[in-house]
């Protein structure tokens, strides 16, 4: 009746229509397609560790969505229930499908150019007399053959374009000092820093002064990178995301690039900073010198790379200075330095971040790196074994490039860094060669006595600045302009690099071989990388000036042989090189060393050479010719005293050896377990498992955690003293010294009663630290310490960290042969139970001279390529991580993966 509600009915009736089956169908088909889609994109192609559970749950909601949408229309009449449901859920899977049609736009915007760059089949391009053929073998290693060098080269940079081109771009962007017309304003200090470099304009002069040959070479190379783009315009990830394009590459960028390789292995103007900020903190320069160990403090019994009858034998010593001693530099330092204050501090702290962000980090130990070559006296085969590990910053992608060039002058493979058209480390048909870092000293900063911000003073005589107005490009900004200040001595750092204490009216300039106008440096990597024998080979080596890296070379002839070379400055008698110096005409460099003179040595009577960035001369050579860092020998003392065990090495030998992982810095800590003394039975227990270790540091050892930690908290007993606890401050050679020597006054500063008291606190510290019992295991050494091989771009973006960030579990410590030297703080150890290395063995290869296209293999992380969305981005990151390497070899025929032929393009 009217106004009676009806009464509802409830009962299901099966659905009879056809209609809302077949859209049913079409929903469900069309939502696995999409699924399906999303899945295998961002899961299989980026391998960005993380997404997948993010997108399975996607997967499962699409699907849920279409089972409920199917339960509730399997009804004719629907209660308000189920009518919520199928509103809901339908809303759910729109937005889904909205999500899933996003993500796909994001698909095509991003990964669709670069897997349309072309990398198979014909490509014409002009700038080449005849066909090309470039081969990617199935583990990524570029193979060009070309029936000239220049064509050869020209395909060279056409490839590492291909492979590398987000990385060219960001090295010429710094090389340039244009980071902050990428990046934003927060680099807009490192642009300056960089610019007061001149780089760019030093690096056309070195350009113009080379050869006509050198200079069709580089020119055919910049071509190479250019044609590329021009062809495949900026296809990586990163343009797309920064909103760029790749700008054109010029010959200069090549020797740009090169300065800043040779500024971040020549570090001792870190030094001389660090030693000059601890003197305006007011440390005494007598504990300051204690800090940092020169030449004249190595070990008498360590290893040097050059013996001493050997020494004796092969160099001209009459023509030396008749003294040997070590040159000190006075007890006392005069320098009104300015207060630091906070914000100084703040400025100088965020300078050195953005410097350690881009690759150059100034306060770092020199990168470590080993090498070896061992006679044919010594071998299996009779003929030498020779072995390079190059010990690089950690990074995504990496700074070397696996290629292989063959051409009419020569066939080489081995290690390329990206814009220098040069193998740095492999082989060719006749020699072998590698390089690790010296140590040498031939940067020093000069103190000036500055009269106005345009004159200055030199013994009296009033000079004047050269002031170049320059402008720095800032994203979303105004252009900033700054004013670049040079001396006869050259560039004025401190105008725009903040260093702490420094006078306005007494600033720094920066003296170093790099940034004068001519250099012939990558002429002598060209032509030591064609030599055919050691005669050819040293003679290349007259060209270089700097970097000062020590170099080993092995030929078929059977010679083995050692060299540094470099301009090796030498200072006046007042002038140690170890602090900023009074700019006066007396304490600028007097000449460089002779040829002749600098480190090297050819066939050693021990029939081997080891280089572990150990001291290079024996305590006889002249002081007075070079300042030497080093580091400590325990890497160079095992590498020796392996290869001194035996005379039948083979190839598997000297690859263990680069996989070896004993600290023999354990042994020699013992004494300070040994007289520390614990109430507590965990205490003892742990302490008596170290006494009975034998050093062993692989990635599982749990053993090395409990070490590592106590180790970790003992080292910042010197950063007590400077009051500052940043990584810098964990110098091994230092607290070893000081217990030696029983010297209790650092830790009773400190608040303790003796260091060894110290030292017992810090080992119960390091137990509490992993909830260590008598009986529990602590977690292994490889979990809590990774090899970070980080993107210098999305490693600044969390959400995005993954796309470009590889890690790997990793063993050993700064004093293994296969390295794990880590950073730390003690915040980030205790809140993070992490620490990751910042360098480690970024390029190895092991080549045997008796039939090096069979036996020999390298290996590099994570892979040959530049593009995260490739394979190659990270095929060899597992290789490298478990010590396997790959072929090193140009017969490649049967593990090829890609055939391109670049042809000439008709006009």
Not at 591 to 600: S, W
Not at 827 to 838: F, H, S
Request: proline share 5%; with cysteine.
């Amino acid at each position: 009746k009217e106004g009676k509600p009806m009464k509802q009915n409830y009962a299901y009736e099966p659905l009879n229509q056809k209609a809302p089956v077949k859209r049913l169908v079409v929903q469900v088909v069309a939502t696995m397609i999409f699924a399906i889609i999303v899945y295998s994109t961002f899961v299989m192609v980026p391998k960005c560790y993380g997404f997948e559970t993010v997108l399975l749950l996607v997967v499962v909601l699409l699907i849920a969505c279409m089972l409920l949408i199917l339960l509730c229309e399997s009804r004719r009449k629907l209660p308000d229930l189920f009518n919520c449901i199928k509103m809901g859920t339908y809303v759910l899977w729109v937005v889904m499908m909205l999500v899933s049609i996003g993500i796909i736009s994001l698909y095509f915007v991003f990964l669709v150019p670069t897997f349309s760059i072309q990398n198979h089949g014909n490509v014409f391009v002009s700038g080449i007399s005849s066909n090309v053929s470039v081969v990617k073998d199935r583990d990524g290693v570029i193979h060009i053959r070309a029936d000239s060098e220049l064509d050869a080269m020209f395909a060279l940079g056409y490839a590492t374009a291909q492979n590398r081109l987000w990385q060219l771009e960001f090295q010429r962007l710094t090389a340039n000092g244009l980071l902050s017309s990428v990046l934003g304003p927060k680099l807009e200090e490192t642009d300056a820093f960089l610019k007061t470099l001149r780089l760019q304009e030093r690096s056309q002069s070195a350009f113009d002064s080379q050869p006509k040959r050198m200079k069709h070479i580089i020119t055919a190379y910049v071509k190479g990178i250019n044609r590329f783009i021009e062809m495949e315009g900026s296809p990586f990830v990163e343009f797309k995301l920064l909103g760029i394009k790749a700008g054109q590459f010029k010959e200069a960028d090549v020797f740009a690039w090169g300065k800043l390789l040779s500024y971040s292995t020549s570090n001792n103007i870190g030094f001389e900073i660090k030693r000059f900020e601890l003197l305006a903190e007011g440390l005494s320069k007598e504990l300051v010198d204690s800090f940092f160990p020169r030449t004249g403090d190595y070990p008498i019994n360590s290893p040097t790379i050059v013996q001493l009858s050997d020494y004796l034998e092969q160099f001209n010593t009459s023509s030396f200075p008749n003294s040997r001693k070590a040159k000190r530099s006075s007890s006392s330092f005069n320098y009104p330095f300015e207060k630091v204050n906070s914000d100084n501090k703040e400025k100088r702290e965020r300078f050195l971040k953005n410097l350690d962000m881009i690759g150059l980090p100034l306060f770092e130990e020199n990168t470590y790196s080993n090498g070896w070559v061992i006679g044919g006296s010594k071998t299996e085969s009779n003929y030498p074994i020779h072995c390079n590990d190059p010990h690089e910053p950690m990074q995504s992608p990496s700074e070397w490039m696996l290629v292989h060039i063959d051409c009419p002058d020569y066939s080489v493979i081995g290690a390329n860094i990206p814009l220098l058209p040069v193998v740095l480390s492999g082989h060719s048909k006749h020699i072998s060669f590698g390089v690790t870092v010296s140590g040498a000293d031939n940067q020093d900063l000069y103190i000036i006595n500055q009269s106005d911000f345009e004159h200055y003073y030199v013994d009296g005589e009033l000079l004047e600045y050269d002031i170049k107005e320059v402008s720095i490009e800032v994203k979303d900004d105004q252009n900033k302009i700054i004013l670049v200040r040079s001396t006869i001595f050259g560039p004025v750092l401190s105008d725009h690099f903040p260093i702490s204490g420094v006078s306005e009216n007494l600033p720094l300039a920066l003296k170093w071989p790099s940034i004068e106008k001519t250099d012939s440096t990558l002429l002598g990597f060209y032509e030591m990388m064609k030599s055919r024998n050691y005669d050819e080979w040293r003679k290349a080596q007259k060209h270089i000036i700097a970097p000062i890296l020590s170099w080993t070379f092995a030929d078929i002839e059977g010679n083995i042989a050692f060299s540094a070379p470099g301009k090796y400055p030498i200072r006046s008698d007042s002038h140690d090189g170890l602090y900023p110096v009074v700019a006066t005409r007396d304490n600028i460099w007097k000449n460089y060393i002779d040829f002749e003179n600098v480190p090297h040595i050819l066939n050693p009577q021990q029939d081997f050479v080891v280089t572990c960035n150990n001291r290079m001369m024996p305590q006889e050579y002249p002081e007075q010719y070079y300042i030497h860092s080093f580091t400590q020998a325990y890497r160079a003392a095992q590498a020796t005293k392996l290869i001194s065990e035996s005379d039948d090495i083979h190839l598997e030998d000297v690859i263990q050896m680069q996989l070896n992982q004993k600290n023999l810095l354990v042994e020699e800590m013992k004494f300070i377990f040994e007289k520390m003394e614990f109430s507590h039975k965990r205490e003892n227990k742990w302490k008596s498992t170290i006494l009975d270790w034998n050093g062993e540091m692989d990635a599982t050892s749990r053993i090395s955690t409990i070490f590592e930690t106590w180790l970790m908290y003992l080292k910042y007993v010197q950063a007590g003293i400077v009051k500052d606890y940043s990584p810098k401050w964990t110098k091994v050679g230092y607290l070893l010294d000081i217990f030696r020597k029983n010297d209790n006054s650092v830790c009773v500063e400190q608040g303790y009663d003796s260091c060894i008291q110290f030292a017992e606190e810090c080992f119960t510290k390091a137990l509490d630290l992993w909830h260590m019992s008598a009986t529990n295991k602590p977690p292994e050494w490889g979990s809590v310490h990774q090899a970070a091989l980080r993107h210098h771009i999305f490693n600044e973006v969390d959400m995005l960290s993954c796309l470009g960030n590889r890690f790997a579990h990793w063993g050993g410590s700064d004093a293994t042969l296969n390295p794990g030297r880590y950073r730390y703080t003690l915040e980030q150890l205790e809140n993070d139970k992490q620490v990751y290395m910042p360098s480690g063995p970024s390029y190895r290869h092991c080549v045997d001279l008796s039939n090096e296209n069979e036996l020999s293999k390298f290996i590099l992380p994570p892979g040959n390529s530049g593009n995260v969305f490739s394979y190659f981005y990270d095929n060899l990151l597992k290789k490298w991580t478990k010590g396997e390497y790959i072929p090193m070899s140009w017969d490649f025929k049967e593990r090829t993966h890609s055939y391109m032929y670049l042809r000439p393009k008709k006009l």
